[in-house]
């Protein structure tokens, strides 16, 4: 079965710095996808980004980037210009090819400091 | 925008009553999920459900649940006799398939369900 990990419970930024969120995974398949997705207090979560593993370019999304190290099975998320909008849990998320039944990380609570 | 709306947000029963958790998906999506979050857990799959049947179930999605979509609008989760071990945070899902492989998902707000 696949597992996803997120080690860092919490994390605090300084606005308009950078931050990386950790993520790791286990599985024995060779074609997945992994996201990120973002929960604000309250509100739904959404997808930030998606990476396909048989893509070797990591996927960006504006400020959100991506670093995805297949054979680690590291799958990181890079925001830049980090702003106060961007507080939220965030959540690594895996799914198999034809799955749409994702496997989700514990999350990380994102904080961003005026 | 579009969006997933759930209702209710908060519900409180009595264990052994039967709860009915509604969604209602975006209008062209075709494909339906249910999850849970267990309070300091981590989000957990419950079900799939395409062409009004359930396509992929968890071990957690035993008899007490089932899924239906009644009127091609609403998407219901029935626990017909809730347990303590049930309270949570029920999010619905829905999305568009993709030609191949997993598509974006769209989540309500979340149930919260408590039982006492």
């Known amino acids: 079965a696949q597992t996803v990990t997120q080690s860092q419970p919490e994390m605090s930024v300084q606005e308009a710095e950078t931050v990386t969120l950790s993520c790791t995974y286990d599985?024995?398949?060779?074609?997945?996808?992994l996201f990120w997705y973002k929960q604000p207090p309250s509100r739904q979560m959404i997808l930030v980004i998606r990476?396909?593993?048989?893509?070797?370019q990591n996927a960006t999304e504006n400020r959100f980037s991506v670093n995805f190290q297949k054979a680690a099975k590291s799958f990181s998320l890079k925001i830049s210009d980090s702003q106060l909008g961007d507080a939220a849990m965030y959540f690594c998320?895996?799914?198999?090819?034809?799955?749409?039944?994702?496997?989700f990380g514990a999350g990380t609570i994102l904080r961003v400091k005026s | 925008e579009p969006e997933v709306t759930q209702t209710p947000s908060h519900q409180v029963t009595q264990m052994g009553q039967e709860v009915i958790l509604r969604c209602v998906p975006i209008?062209?999506?075709?494909?339906f999920y249910w999850y849970r979050q267990i309070l300091g857990q981590k989000v957990e799959f419950l079900v799939s459900?395409?062409?009004?049947?359930?396509?992929?179930k968890s071990e957690i999605f035993d008899d007490q649940f089932s899924v239906e979509r009644p009127d091609g609008s609403n998407f219901t989760l029935k626990i017909r006799s809730t347990k303590l071990e049930d309270s949570a945070m029920y999010f619905c899902?829905?999305?568009?398939?993709?030609?191949?492989?997993?598509?974006?998902?769209?989540f309500g707000e979340g149930s919260r369900l408590t039982v006492l």
């Open positions: 899902a829905s999305s568009r398939p993709l030609t191949v492989g997993a598509g974006e998902l769209f």
């Open positions: 599985t024995s398949e060779s074609d997945y996808y």
């Open positions: 990476q396909e593993a048989y893509k070797q």
């Open positions: 998320a895996y799914d198999s090819l034809y799955g749409n039944k994702l496997v």
């Open positions: 209008s062209n999506h075709l494909y």
């Open positions: 459900f395409y062409n009004n049947e359930i396509s992929e």
